[in-house]
């Protein structure tokens, strides 16, 4: 018995077809955060208890954390123009119950005494960047803390020419 010949057509039609699908698979999975570069090695899970305003959240454990490189517009004790969006997305990105996981840079707390983090949400966004993006949020560089300033600033300008968010509003 003699096994059918595969066609030149036939192979080469299958490898474009595993290369198409690569293709798909590395796009797809460079999409799902804000940017192509996913979170780092080591990031913390933590578990959101509430959103206190724009660029603070409160952990299932009470510790309060604050969004590293970003500044949102204030909420309390007058919310200023934005505040309101600004805290709506997060509660968007980090709901009640949500998963995170939270990234440190070069310092651990702020003089409030809050935890400095950086956060992605379970489908790899990267919720700090995301806030500066659509136009929730200003950076803000604070050295040491600039792992990702460049990176901000980028997503500033970006959303200030396209007038998001508060760019377009306030």
């Not at 600004?86 to 998963?99: F, I, K, M, N, S």
């Not at 995170?100 to 400095?116: G, I, S, W």
């Amino acid at each position: 018995m003699t096994t059918p010949r595969r066609s030149t057509r036939a192979v080469v039609a299958g490898f474009v077809g595993a290369l198409l699908l690569a293709g798909i698979w590395v796009a797809a999975s460079a999409l799902r955060g804000s940017t192509g570069e996913g979170m780092p090695a080591g990031a913390d899970v933590i578990t959101v208890q509430r959103v206190v305003d724009g660029d603070t959240l409160v952990t299932a454990d009470g510790t309060r954390v604050r969004l590293i490189g970003i500044d949102a517009p204030e909420a309390h004790p007058e919310p200023e123009c934005g505040a309101d969006a600004a805290t709506a997305r997060l509660r968007d990105l980090a709901p009640e119950g949500a998963r995170l996981r939270a990234v440190a840079d070069r310092e651990d707390l702020d003089r409030y005494d809050r935890e400095l983090r950086y956060l992605w949400t379970a489908d790899g966004t990267f919720v700090n960047e995301a806030l500066v993006a659509e136009g929730h949020a200003a950076t803000l560089r604070i050295a040491p803390n600039t792992r990702y300033a460049k990176r901000f600033a980028a997503a500033e300008s970006a959303a200030r020419a396209e007038g998001a968010g508060r760019w377009g509003t306030c």
